[in-house]
Each structure stands twice: as C-alpha cells, then as structure tokens.
C-alpha cells in the first residue's frame, strides 16, 4: 500500500478537468503551495528502545521478525483517515512505533505480551492499516517505547467445516486472499467494505466492519462465531455454540475492543455458498426522503437485497456513487443501487422490485449497479487525488432509528456548515436495518494554512452534533481516538468505568494500544 495515501500507486487516478473547475469556482480550492514529502523526508523520532529491548523481543521471535528501518516504520504509522495522510505528506512522522514485532504463532504474541507488560512496552496491534479514526496511534507517555505488532505472518485458513458452514482463520489474512481460499471450497464471506483490498480478518473483528452488502450477508461482527484472545494475562478462548444463555457474549467484549483489551489470534467464521448469480442495478428516486422511505419499506417488509444503498441528491449529482465516473453529473433525483447474490435471485428482485415501484422508484436498469460495482473500491483512490489538488476530502458516518435519521442528518450537516463554511457535503444510506440504517457523509472542502486543525475542528463539532442528535458515535469505522471522548459521552460514566475495569484486568500494566477506544477516567 502507498505509504502517503491509498492502495496500489499504480492506481492513482487523474482528477477530470471539469472536476478541477468545480473544485476552482464551487469551493475556491488552489494548488499546495509546498510538494509532498517523499518517503526517505519523512520525519522520525529516534528509536526509544534499548538494544536490551529489543534482543528480547527479537528472542521470542526471531532476529529477523524485528525490523527498527525507516520505511519500515513509516509504513507503520497512523492509518488512512485524510488527518494521518496529511501529515504523512507533511512528513510528519512523529507517531512512528520503534519497531515493527512479527510474532508467527499464537504463543509468540502471549509471549511478547507478557515481556511488553514487564518492560512497559506499548502495543498497537497491526493488520492492513486502513483505521481511519486514529486507531493506530499510540499514547507514548510513560512507556519505554512502541512497537507495531504486524500480524502478517498469521495468514493461514485454518479449518473449513462445511457441514457447520465455519471456517477459521487466523488474523493476518487480507479479505482477498480469505475469499480465495474460500472459493476453493465454493464459499464466501461476503464481506466486502471499501477497504476490502487491503483489510485483514483480525481488523475487521476489532473494528466492528461493515461491508458494501451487509444487507444479504450482515456485519462482520455477524459472522463471528468464536475467537482466541491473546493478553498479558493470558489467553481467552471464547464461542463454543452459536448462540449461548451461558451468561454475557464475551465474544462481544472483544468485538470492537481495537487492540485495547487484547490481540485476536484466531477467528471462527460463519461462512456461505459462494453465490451463483449476482445482478446490480440502479433506480431514481425524486428525493432523499422518498429513496429513504423506499429503502426503510424494504427493510421493514423484505425482501431485502444483498446490497442496498442509496444516494442523497448532492452525491448523485457530483457522481460519488459511481466512482469510476466522477463528475459526469446525473439525470437529477437520487440514485438506489440494488445488489442480489445467491441461488435464483429471480424471485427476490422480483418482490424488492414491486416495492421499489410502488413507493415511486423509476428503474434505469443494470448500467448504474454495474457501474456501481466495478468501480466499488475507488473512492479511497478519488481521495488522494483530491488531496494533491489543495482539497480536504474526509468521511464519517453514524447510524440512528428511522424516526431519528433526518434529524441526525440535518445535525451533521448544520455542523459541518458551521465549521467550514460552505463544503460540499454529500451523504448516502448503505446499511439498513428494520429499526433504522446508517448515515454516510463524505464532505470536500477548501484546505486552510493548517487543513488538519481545520478537520479536527470540523469533526469535533461533528462528533458533539452527533451525540446530541442521538445517533452513534460510529456504524462501522470504530472509535480510535477520534471517537473516544463522544464515545465515553455516548456510553456515559458508568459505562466507561466498566471499559476501563476490562482493561485494568487484561490489561493491568495498560500496553495495549494506549489512548485507544477507553475513556479516561
């Protein structure tokens, strides 16, 4: 992955001229007046960890499992919110971790958990490193140094058991290579967030991921039917049956814990048949709340597609919801991309199409899913474009009950207006839920001298408007740092005293991921 932005470089992607001029004139963005750092600029602070240290940590997993370079620890800092790509392009690399740890098994990370704990070592789990709310930077203060724990080497398939329809894997995995080694077996996940590409399996657990069909397939938190939990304590091994009265889901503690309560070493996952037909297509509605109240019928009523999205007026017209064709602009209204996956997926879009008609959706056939479809990972690429134009270009996102989204929505953008003027804000429902569904922004603006402040700003006031509106601090990118103090708020005192009593028992020398997901007290 690029160091200083999204994915394969050679994907990058060349910003359209009418693109620009709307950029020029709608938002008044101008070219950086500086170039962006190159890797070997970045900036580092010195390795805080003694050559003790670091003998230890390569003794439990081999001297060349512990890497201290300058690219290595680059690509190791921060994640991939527009926040930590613009001060890696400032080449700012002061978050970096001390060393990169390998572990290759399950008892090299108890073993390095329990020496980090003894030696005050903090840990920042690692996977695909696409957090895009702080998650991978860790609090140093007090601690002797910090190390990333890339859990690349633990990239194996497990088991397949196809009469119980579970695999485990363990947690380095990227998405792609799970579905490739489930295909062999004619399955799938069906998870497939737009960082699909480069996500692991143990990222998706910690975080909570959601992907593009969550309608057909569910959350990744969904899928999890047990797990192992490495910690300086020990291990946990949770999930014996598929649903249990066996008091609290523990399972569901260390869905979402980010690193802070312990390390995933392996995932038992449900699984399904890898579909035999798929069919996306497209459908305007006049406007948002006529689409929402479209998409909450199907929801309600069934039956619902594999992926269901739709689009608000301004993310239509700008052309978000097609990537691949960015400023092309739209026939009006707001466009609903409908997916269905599976075995004679007839019938369903049959009945999903009766209801699309009848609440007053106009079909405009396969080209717009297609379209949609192939062009699904894109918008990351989109970014980093907009980036090197001179514009801030960030999402977030939230999620509330039916009767609560144009509140919630109307918060969020009165929020966003106040701080930054007059951004371009666009929205779209992508996961929905019989109670309610999740609200996606995606906001553009002209940077500032300071773009980041300008963003921490915004989202400050964001998250506030968020929190008083009644929705969640986060559908499914997390909470990290960016997130914690709305979180303590949304969960209140008390609930964070019971977070901060999990990780002092986990956790007691408090290594794990510092400053990450727990209030402080």
């Not at 001390?98 to 005050?120: I, K, T």
Request: with cysteine; charged share 20%.
């Amino acid at each position: 992955m690029l160091w200083s932005g999204w994915g394969d470089p050679a994907q990058a992607r060349e910003l359209p001229e009418q693109v620009r001029v709307l950029l020029r004139d709608l938002l008044g963005v101008r070219p950086p007046t500086a170039p962006a750092s190159t890797l070997e600029s970045v900036r580092l602070p010195p390795v805080a960890l003694t050559d003790a240290r670091l003998a230890a940590l390569a003794e439990v997993v081999g001297p060349g499992h512990v890497l201290t370079g300058h690219e290595d620890r680059v690509r190791r800092t921060r994640g991939k919110s527009t926040p930590d790509l613009l001060r890696m392009r400032a080449g700012d690399g002061s978050d970096a971790p001390d060393a990169v740890v390998l572990p290759g098994s399950h008892e090299e990370v108890v073993a390095l958990l329990r020496l980090c704990s003894d030696e005050r070592i903090a840990v920042v789990p690692f996977g695909g490193g696409t957090s895009v709310v702080g998650g991978l930077a860790a609090a140093r203060e007090g601690y002797a140094g910090v190390i990333a724990l890339d859990l690349r080497r633990l990239d194996r398939l497990r088991s397949v058991d196809a009469e119980s329809m579970v695999a485990e894997f363990e947690p380095g995995v990227r998405a792609p290579e799970a579905e490739r080694l489930l295909a062999a077996h004619g399955l799938t996940l069906g998870h497939f967030p737009q960082s699909f590409e480069y996500a692991t399996l143990g990222g998706f657990a910690a975080a909570r991921s959601s992907g593009q069909a969550s309608a057909g397939y569910g959350r990744f938190d969904d899928m999890v039917v047990g797990l192992t939990l490495a910690t300086p304590r020990g291990a946990m091994e949770l999930g014996r049956a598929p649903r249990s009265a066996a008091g609290p889901d523990l399972r569901q503690l260390v869905l979402g814990s980010e690193g802070a309560f312990g390390v995933i070493t392996s995932l038992r996952l449900r699984v399904r048949r890898a579909p035999a037909e798929r069919r996306y297509e497209g459908w305007r509605f006049a406007t948002f709340a006529e689409g929402t109240a479209a998409v909450r019928a199907l929801a309600q009523e069934g039956p619902l597609p594999a992926v269901l999205r739709l689009s608000d007026e301004t993310e239509t017209m700008i052309g978000l919801a097609r990537p691949d064709e960015i400023g092309s602009g739209g026939s009006g209204g707001c466009l609903l991309v409908a997916g269905y996956e599976g075995e004679r997926v007839g019938g369903r879009h049959a009945a999903a199409s009766a209801v699309l008609t009848r609440m007053g959706g106009e079909p405009l056939g396969a080209e717009p899913g297609q379209a949609w479809e192939h062009g699904r990972f894109s918008a990351p690429y989109l970014r980093d474009s907009l980036l090197a134009a001179g514009a801030t270009v960030e999402t977030l996102e939230t999620a509330g009950f039916w009767s609560n989204l144009p509140r919630l929505h109307d918060a969020v953008r009165l929020a966003l207006l106040g701080e930054l003027g007059s951004p371009l804000v666009m929205c779209h429902v992508s996961h929905v839920y019989e109670t309610g569904a999740s609200l996606y922004f995606t906001v553009v603006t002209a940077q500032d001298a300071d773009p980041v402040e300008q963003w921490r700003r915004a989202k400050t006031a964001v998250n506030a408007a968020i929190v008083a509106a009644g929705g969640t601090i986060s559908h499914h990118h997390g909470v990290g740092r960016d997130h914690r103090d709305a979180y303590g708020e949304e969960i209140g005192p008390l609930g964070a005293a019971v977070l901060r009593a999990v990780k002092a028992e986990l956790d007691p020398a408090g290594i794990l991921n510092p400053g990450v997901l727990v209030p402080e007290g």
